[in-house]
């Protein structure tokens, strides 16, 4: 199972009851500027430090309410000390008899999806046309 979600592109880590974590993948590693070795054992709010995690932390939420979190924005702090903007996940993990057994969170960076939006914004594109040759650029402004 760990070379599964080692796997992924997207930050994942398990939280136990005391909401100390349990397993980081290589991706949440790497965004969160943190070793495996390091985190486990840690709280998780020391560890992701979102926006949401002292006082709307995501896991407990998902417990008060039973709904797990889909895609809710919001950032992380860096270990450089930078905000990098992300969606979040969380969600109960339950065994056959649907009795809680721990806690997941993932996310995944949108740093690359924030900079195109920008890039976009401002130059080089079109109604969704994106070039910056001259010959786009005269197309740019004949269309203009």
Known sequence: MNEILDSLGEGIFTVDKEFRITFVNRAAEHMLGVKRDEAIGRFCKDVLRSQYCVSQCPIARVLET????YDRP??????TGALVPIRLNAAVLKNGNDEPM???????????????????????ALHR???RGKAMTGIFNLIS
């Open 66 to 69: 039973g709904e797990n979190i």
């Open 74 to 79: 919001s950032s992380i702090t860096a270990d």
């Open 102 to 124: 721990g806690r997941v969170v993932s996310f995944r960076d949108l740093s690359l999806d924030v900079e195109v939006r920008q890039y976009l914004k401002h130059e080089g």
């Open 129 to 131: 046309i994106v070039g």
